[in-house]
């Protein structure tokens, strides 16, 4: 076993820190997407990390990756446009890198990996969260075609997208087998966006409804064969769980330091609180918990990495990582005291970040049912 990163690893991440440090630390405007931003993380290739070089990407694989977003999550506060990015690229890029015909590899990858154009992942609709697959949108065969009706609830970068990887049901009576994925240009005709949700956390990047009113798409742009959009669906989504969540162990890193630095200096009763064993095991069980969920997440990459069956461990390391990252943000805001609680600080907004973690890319409650499975209890 080898704890260890390799040199050109070692140098990615130092190169992605020190590249977020310095371009992508400066303050946040809440609600809004940052182009500007965006444009920046492409200059590097965050858009396109695991994406094929052929195509435009850097060809990393999961373990890499994770690593670099990590560097990203440590170095970059703004969380919402690491995740505007981490959804792009895992939900969007890698299912139409690893299922799309040529022609559409061709025609899509270059422009989505180099973050010239924005991809987003339509797939939840309000009957059909948790219960994925019940999908209502329908795709149905006319001619060359495919005419789409139905509407996606809470598509990431929706306002903002270029691409949409669209889920409907081909064949209803089919179930799990019977639903397709297409990729849906944003000039469709019958493609409509909804305005942008005001969120309490990652609220830069932007999500919103997206509807299909009778849109006609190309037979061509099916991803994958008829039927297979369910497991181009899970693939995806092993990609985001194992490697999305490593922007909040950096985010968690940053945060470690921020609450030593301020219990060191913080003096009550003329002391430092980090003199009060109350205080230091507090912190000691965040380094704890971010240490285990960040083991558990390389565990998953590497283990994806080999071609073996990581759903267990992706589940498992989708939960330790969000759910340490909830507990950080709380723990973060009480060693803060008063500051903690007040915006101006900054403090609090990494427990508005973390909040959503435990609900996309499959709830905290799925997991641990996935895990169960597996265990032989379901
Ligand atoms: C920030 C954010 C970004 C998102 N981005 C996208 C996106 O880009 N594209 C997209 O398609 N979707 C996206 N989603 C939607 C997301 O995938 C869903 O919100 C998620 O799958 C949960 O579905 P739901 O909200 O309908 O909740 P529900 O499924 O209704 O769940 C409500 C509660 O019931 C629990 N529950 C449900 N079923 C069970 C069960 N069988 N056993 C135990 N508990 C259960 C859930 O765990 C949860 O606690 C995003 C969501 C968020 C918050």
Not at 18 to 44: D, M, N, Y
Request: hydrophobic fraction near 45%.
């Amino acid at each position: 076993m080898d704890f260890g990163w390799s040199a050109s690893q070692a140098s990615l991440y130092d190169a992605a820190l020190s590249f977020a440090q310095g371009k992508l630390g400066g303050p946040i405007v809440e609600h809004e997407f940052s182009h500007e931003r965006w444009t920046l993380c492409s200059e590097f290739g965050l858009a396109g990390l695991s994406a094929p070089q052929a195509h435009g990407g850097m060809g990393l694989d999961a373990q890499t990756t994770a690593r670099v977003l990590e560097a990203f999550g440590r170095g970059c506060p703004d969380l919402g446009l690491l995740f505007s990015a981490s959804a792009h690229l895992f939900a969007c890029v890698m299912p139409i890198a690893e299922h799309g015909s040529e022609e559409l590899r061709a025609r899509l990858l270059p422009p989505l990996a180099s973050g010239a154009w924005i991809g987003a992942n339509a797939i939840t609709e309000a009957g059909a969260g948790s219960d994925a697959f019940a999908l209502k949108t329908r795709a149905e065969r006319v001619g060359g075609d495919y005419v789409l009706h139905g509407e996606k609830s809470y598509v990431t970068n929706g306002p903002v997208a270029d691409v949409f990887l669209v889920y409907a049901s081909t064949n209803p009576s089919d179930g799990y087998l019977g639903i397709s994925a297409f990729a849906v240009d944003r000039g469709t005709p019958g493609l409509v966006i909804g305005k942008p949700f005001r969120k309490m956390g990652l609220t830069t990047a932007p999500i919103s409804q997206v509807y299909f009113e009778n849109c006609r798409v190309p037979a061509a742009n099916l991803v994958g064969p008829e039927g297979k959009g369910a497991s181009i669906f899970n693939g995806s989504m092993q990609w985001e769980r194992a490697c999305l969540f490593a922007i909040y162990l950096g985010a968690m890193e940053s945060q470690l330091e921020r609450v030593v630095d301020y219990a060191v200096a913080r003096k009550q009763f003329r002391k430092s609180i980090g003199k009060n064993q109350s205080i230091s095991h507090r912190i000691v069980d965040m380094k704890l918990r971010l240490d285990s969920a960040r083991l558990m997440l390389y565990r998953a990459c590497w283990k994806a990495d080999r071609g073996e069956d990581a759903s267990m461990e992706i589940a498992a390391s989708k939960l330790a990582v969000s759910e340490a990252a909830i507990q950080a943000g709380l723990d973060a805001i009480q060693i803060h005291g008063g500051l903690g609680f007040m915006e101006e600080s900054g403090i609090e907004r990494a427990l508005r970040d973390a909040v959503p973690a435990t609900i996309f890319s499959g709830t905290s409650e799925i997991q641990r049912d996935l895990i169960a499975r597996k265990l032989g209890l379901g």
